[in-house]
T-cell receptor
Framework: NAGVTQTPKFQVLKTGQSMTLQCAQD?????MYWYRQDPGMGLRLIYY???????DKGEVPNGYNVSRLNKREFSLRLESAAPSQTSVYFC??????????????FGDGTRLSIL | AQTVTQSQPEMSVQEAETVTLSCTYD???????LFWYKQPPSRQMILVIR??????QNATENRFSVNFQKAAKSFSLKISDSQLGDAAMYFC??????????????FGKGTHLIIQP
């Protein structure tokens, strides 16, 4: 059981390039999330998808777009990468929007560097 | 908006001893959930323990327990009999119960726990 799978694990981009981070979960979870983690900071929510077909902004959505492709997959796109978007990106999923006490399961993260 | 504060950027403890990591949060909500996550150097985010705000009893998971003080908005993590494998960043996190908790977690900045052999 793979859980939450993120690709790629590492990526270097030049300023202005675009990129899509992929995330897939095999736990039949309804809700999915994208976070970023910067040095000395906890994770901050970028976007989330409570269920298939819905997406909402989190704390730091500027410069990003998301797509909930189906129940399993939730992608994060940087249209024009900026150095301020250098970070480690985590995808997570949880069972259901109705069950808040259920933990979020995290992928292993993508380390993204923007030069 | 909710905030989570971890006032100890780094803690050090001798192997086999007990250590307590502090966490405070600010919210106007009465129903919510609190979590402690562990992040070892491998970068994985691993759930350590969770607490429902409506429960007065403190959660425990083997060597890990919490001291949840709802009125004080405090949620500390106690690790007993510390082991070398406990060395990691520890994050305290808050999740609202409003809207079914469809939104994400609010994290503190983390505490780096060092275990001295």
């Amino acid at each position: 059981n793979a859980g939450v799978t993120q690709t790629p694990k590492f990526q270097v981009l030049k300023t202005g390039q675009s990129m899509t981070l992929q995330c897939a979960q095999d736990m039949n979870h309804n809700s999915m999330y994208w976070y970023r983690q910067d040095p000395g900071m906890g994770l901050r929510l970028i976007y989330y998808s409570a269920s298939e077909g819905t997406t909402d902004k989190g704390e730091v959505p500027n410069g990003y777009n998301v797509s909930r492709l189906n129940k399993r997959e939730f992608s994060l796109r940087l249209e024009s990468a900026a150095p301020s978007q250098t970070s480690v990106y985590f995808c997570a999923s949880s069972e259901s929007w109705t069950r808040s006490n259920q933990p979020q399961h995290f992928g292993d993260g993508t380390r993204l560097s923007i030069l | 908006a909710q905030t989570v504060t971890q006032s100890q950027p780094e803690m050090s403890v001798q192997e086999a001893e007990t250590v307590t990591l502090s966490c405070t949060y600010d919210t106007s909500e009465s129903d919510y959930y609190l979590f402690w996550y562990k992040q070892p150097p491998s970068r994985q985010m691993i759930l350590v323990i969770r607490q429902e705000a409506y429960k007065q009893q403190n959660a425990t998971e083997n060597r890990f327990s919490v001291n949840f003080q709802k009125a004080a908005k405090s949620f500390s993590l106690k690790i007993s009999d510390s082991q070398l494998g406990d060395a990691a960043m520890y994050f305290c996190a808050y999740r609202s119960a409003l809207g079914g908790g469809a939104d994400g977690l609010t994290f503190g900045k983390g505490t780096h726990l060092i275990i001295q052999p």
